[in-house]
């Protein structure tokens, strides 16, 4: 892997190096591993999450060296130079028509694909929804029993380069409508209420103590999040800027299943 780990950085350091067979094939058995979940762009450590950079550089490079070319699904259609994944029942994922994953993206067994899109890089573990039209964007990664619900929106880091992945953690509910973009973290258990937007500039305002405390960038676990909004001043006056609220935490004596329907309500909240 240290090798093929060289091949990847001096190629990205040099695009020459793009039409010579030993980086093509580098970068091919690299997004075959992301495939097969052997390989991650981000991983869990002790000590938090691990960006591994180079592993996202191979996606990249992986758009130039592949031709575009024309394949049929069925009655449908696609040109594009990235094929889709295939053998879903040998992988045990369950799939919905009209739901599309790209190769180079990982299902662990157990997931549930409702119409939506899955990108390449992604890594989408066991037991997780991606409900009706929610994307897993490029390379982002999403933890076990994870539902994302309907229209959800979870960046990823290709188009524009971002530098780290979007991460959503064990347990996670994120609602309806939700948007999660540029690297954010959500933490283990976390609810994210309908419409809450999250970028990496983003105030998330934990509202719960006698002063807030704001912070950017990562959830804390098993927060209860709704969207909100401050008045900031600009030159032609004072108006409503968009931020997210913690208002709460989930309960550790509620079931999970049923503190993903009740945890905002326990809040007065609508989900």
């Known amino acids: ?35 097969a979940g052997k390989l991650r762009v981000a991983e869990p450590t002790e000590n938090g999450w691990q960006v591994n950079e180079w592993v996202k ?4 490079m992986y758009f130039p060296i592949q031709k575009m070319e024309t394949f049929e699904v069925g009655i449908f259609e696609y040109h594009d130079k990235i094929p889709l994944k295939r053998n879903y029942a040998e992988k045990g994922v369950r799939v919905v028509p009209h739901a599309v994953a790209r190769y180079g993206s990982y299902l662990s067994p157990g997931t ?4 939506s899109y899955v990108n390449i890089g992604a890594y989408v573990d ?3 929804m991606v409900d009706t039209w929610a994307t897993v964007g490029s390379c982002a990664q999403i933890g076990k029993d994870v539902h994302l619900s309907g229209g959800v929106g979870i960046g990823g880091v290709l188009e524009p380069l971002q530098a780290a992945p979007v991460i959503i953690e064990d347990g996670a509910f994120v609602g309806s ?17 309908a419409n809450v937007c999250l970028t990496a500039s983003t105030k998330i305002i934990d509202v719960t103590g006698d002063t807030p405390i704001e912070m950017k960038g990562h959830v804390p676990a098993r927060s209860v999040v709704i969207p909100g909004s401050y008045t900031k001043k600009f030159p032609a006056g004072e108006f409503q800027v968009p931020c997210a609220l913690i208002i709460g935490r989930r309960k550790p004596s509620t079931d999970l299943k049923t503190s993903l329907n009740n945890a905002l309500r326990e809040y007065d ?3």
């Open 1 to 35: 892997m240290n090798e093929i780990r060289a091949i990847i950085e001096q190629a990205w350091d040099n695009r020459a190096l793009l039409s010579e067979e030993k980086t093509t094939s580098a970068i091919r058995e690299v997004v075959a591993l992301l495939d």
């Open 57 to 60: 550089k191979a996606v990249v």
């Open 112 to 115: 549930i694909l409702m119409p």
């Open 126 to 128: 066991s037991g997780t």
């Open 177 to 193: 409508r939700c948007i999660v973009v540029e690297g954010v973290h959500v933490g283990k258990e976390a609810v994210l209420g």
């Open 269 to 271: 909240v609508a989900v």
